[in-house]
């Protein structure tokens, strides 16, 4: 783990007037400092960190990290304290690699992955790839830490100081190899920037996330930040080229002189999915990578999860195992947790199924995708999250529409919202669904309203456990609450 003290130019810091302090420990929230702390201040969305450098230095700082605006808002309490000052221009980039240098330690072998939809998915895959090749291994991301060492995570892509305190655990754990989800919020603030990387993954790209960036462009520059300034440019880039921003992405990384491999049911492709066949339960599929044609069995349901699975086993290949290895053990990947997880199948063989889709494509990319495993009816649950981008409620609602032969549309996490008013906004994509306010109460209609040959996919909220309404989060899991419901309607309830 990090050492007990390490002076401002062991962290790659040069403080204003040359001083160079012995810091015990670093922190973003003020509340988090202790004597001798080095305490960043960093520009913020609603407020900037400035605001809290004089509790900070109350409660002992001996450095602070900011920028100009950050040190003239505290230039008073700054001008009246011993602590040393370090302004940067980029002051969350320079906090990335300071604590790199502060915790040390990381797993050697390291993947990110970015894009809109399947980063959870990849991330996870790769792990248990790694793990069926006898690595010690761990992802992390939406649903923390998980593999051969565990711990929470608060965000996707946390801030550098815990995101470096978890790798460094990992690393003394034993952990060797890690693969991470890159989102465009951690991107868009440096969080990444520390990280070592040996290759990094693309996805796709879609509408989301438009109530932060400020444009559908700056989304994309936020993630295209992972190859264009993370990856380093003798890494590898795994971009899959079906997505109309994967040539986009693929010319970024080949400016940087990266080495590229690119998947997709393009022709031209590296790693090129060549037929699909699909079951009740899965899919068998033929991939040609490498001058060799492999086919293989995915016990995943949904066709796109083909796509996910090719760039984690670029990304696994990219980091040193070899293809047929990777290849042979692809048939024992299993479910992510949230993501198109059969979470029951009724007495009458209908299967329930819950999925994280929580944007426009997202809905319409499972909906699709699991229609060639369905004989019967498609019944999809939507709904849309509060105090997030508006624009894309009626299309998600659309999307439902048009892909699903019903539609019932209830509450995601309305957040501080009125949750009657998101609804409308969905249903102005999908006029005639059904509009069931209480999640619980959808998913009771939605399990009741499938027969034989049929399917119900809840979407939205995936692993989540728990439903924010206001400032509380209620217990709830999808998964749960569609066990409960089917036990309930097929009389298996005690």
């Given at each position: 783990m990090a050492a007990e003290a390490k002076s401002l130019s062991e962290l790659g810091l040069t403080a204003r007037g040359g001083a160079d302090v012995v810091i015990t420990g670093l922190a973003v929230d003020s509340r988090d400092v202790k004597e001798g702390y080095l305490f960043a201040a960093l520009p913020g969305t609603k407020m900037h960190g400035g605001e809290f450098i004089q509790y900070a230095l109350r409660m002992g700082a001996a450095a602070i990290l900011t920028d100009v605006e950050g040190a003239e808002i505290a230039k008073t309490e700054l001008n009246a304290s011993h602590a040393a000052v370090v302004i940067a221009a980029d002051p969350?980039?320079?906090?990335?690699?300071?604590?790199?240098?502060?915790?040390?330690?990381?797993?050697?072998?390291?993947?990110?992955?970015?894009g809109t939809n399947g980063k959870t998915s990849v991330a996870s895959f790769v792990r248990r790839i790694w793990q069926l090749l006898g690595h010690p291994a761990v992802n992390l991301g939406t649903t923390g830490v998980e593999g051969d060492w565990q711990v929470p995570l608060m965000h996707t892509t946390p801030e550098p100081i815990t995101l470096h305190r978890a790798l460094a655990g990992a690393a003394d754990a034993g952990i060797d190899h890690a693969a991470m989800e890159a989102s465009s919020h951690g991107l868009a603030q440096r969080r990444l920037d520390g990280v070592n990387l040996r290759a990094a993954g693309f996805t796709n790209f879609t509408q989301d996330h438009l109530d932060y960036h400020?444009?559908?462009?700056?989304?994309?520059?936020?993630?295209?930040?992972?190859?264009?300034?993370?990856l380093p440019e003798d890494a590898i880039a795994v971009i899959n080229i079906d997505d109309a921003r994967g040539i986009d992405m693929l010319a970024i990384a080949r400016a940087r002189g990266q080495e590229i491999m690119t998947v997709g049911k393009d022709v031209g492709a590296d790693m090129c999915l060549l037929a699909q066949r699909f079951d009740a339960t899965g899919q068998d599929v033929r991939i040609k990578f490498g001058g060799e044609t492999f086919q293989t069995r995915l016990n995943l349901v949904g066709g796109f999860q083909a796509e996910n699975v090719m760039v984690a086993a670029g990304l696994v290949i990219a980091s040193g195992a070899t293809p047929d290895r990777v290849f042979s053990v692809l048939p024992e990947l299993e479910t992510v947790r949230g993501r198109m997880q059969l979470a029951a199948t009724r007495g009458?063989?209908?299967?329930?199924?819950?999925?994280?889709a929580h944007t426009p494509d997202a809905v319409a990319t499972a909906c699709r995708a699991i229609r060639p495993h369905v004989m019967g009816r498609l019944v999809a649950i939507v709904g849309a999250g509060g105090d997030r981008d508006p624009g894309k409620r009626p299309l998600m609602g659309a999307a439902a529409a048009e892909f699903a032969d019903q539609v019932i549309v209830t509450d995601d996490n309305p957040r501080s919202e009125d949750p009657a008013s998101i609804r409308a906004a969905v249903l102005e994509g999908a006029p005639e669904a059904t509009e069931v306010g209480d999640r619980a109460e959808a998913i009771l209609r939605g399990v009741d309203a499938v027969g034989a040959g049929d399917a119900l996919l809840i979407c939205g909220k995936?692993?989540?456990?728990?439903?924010?309404?206001?400032?509380?989060?209620?217990?709830?899991d999808d998964v749960e609450q569609a066990s409960v419901a089917v036990a309930a309607l097929d009389g298996k309830l005690a």
């Open positions: 969350r980039q320079t906090l990335a690699f300071c604590a790199a240098l502060w915790f040390e330690k990381q797993p050697d072998t390291m993947v990110a992955v970015t400020d444009s559908f462009e700056a989304y994309f520059d936020a993630k295209a930040g992972l190859f264009a300034r993370v009458n063989g209908a299967a329930v199924y819950v999925d994280y995936g692993h989540e456990t728990g439903q924010i309404v206001g400032d509380t989060i209620y217990p709830f």
